[in-house]
């Protein structure tokens, strides 16, 4: 089993851009969450997700906005790029509660 | 809520000297609690976690840790350092209030091991 698969690694955006990060898990997972990384802060939840076509925000959803359409697949969406979102972003999934989460490898984003 | 304090942001150990990462946490009910740990440049790994079921809970490379209820906490020990272990650890607590499993991490505490 792959478990869940983050793309890009790496990306640097100019401010103003847009990206969409990919998430994608074979585990048969319901559950999927877009956690955000910084220095000595954590991890921070962006969005979670309970099912296909189900999202909810998490502590720091402002400036992004995730879908998910399948079981597979949860995509973040950075629509306009701002230097606070420079940040390490990972992605999880687990079945649900009181359940381990399963994390990507994260993707390192730089914006300038 | 549920909320998680690591109360320390750095410790630092002798290779071979005993380990011990403090995290509390609140709760208003019967919590879920997780160890990751984190080595530089590399995603999340799963040490251990508590479920209620045993209070003293074994996880990989020779960890464990102890629930407490009465003092809510969640302490990771190990006996013996290995430089491998120099990493970044957090304690997670499950919260599924509102029906929906979402964890939530404590600020981590890197971990120096020196020879």
């Known amino acids: 089993n792959a478990g869940v698969t983050q793309t890009p690694k790496f990306r640097i955006l100019k401010i103003g851009q847009s990206m969409t990060l990919q998430c994608a898990q074979d585990?048969?997972?319901?559950?999927m969450y877009w956690y955000r990384q910084d220095p000595g802060m954590g991890l921070k939840l962006i969005y979670y997700s309970v099912g296909a076509g189900i999202t909810d925000k998490g502590e720091v959803p402002n400036g992004y906005n995730v879908s998910r359409s399948t079981t597979e697949d949860f995509p973040l969406r950075l629509e306009l790029a701002a230097p606070s979102q420079t940040s390490v972003y990972f992605c999880?999934?687990?079945?649900?509660?009181?359940?381990?989460?399963?994390f990507g490898q994260g993707t390192r984003l730089t914006v300038v | 809520a549920q909320s998680v304090t690591q109360l320390d942001s750095h410790v630092s150990v002798s290779e071979g000297t005993p380990v011990l990462l403090r995290c509390n946490y609140s709760s208003s009910y019967s919590p879920s609690l997780f160890w990751y740990v984190q080595h530089p440049n590399k995603g999340l790994q799963l040490l251990l976690k508590y479920t209620s079921a045993a209070t003293l809970v074994k996880g990989i490379n020779g960890f464990e840790a102890e629930f407490k209820k009465s003092e809510t906490s969640f302490h990771l020990t190990k006996p013996s350092a290995h430089m491998s272990d120099a990493a970044e650890y957090f304690c997670v607590v499950s919260d599924a209030s509102g029906g929906y499993n979402k964890l939530i991490f404590g600020a981590g505490t890197r971990l120096a091991v020196h020879p």
């Open positions: 999880a999934s687990s079945y649900p509660e009181g359940t381990e989460a399963f």
């Open positions: 585990m048969n997972h319901n559950y």
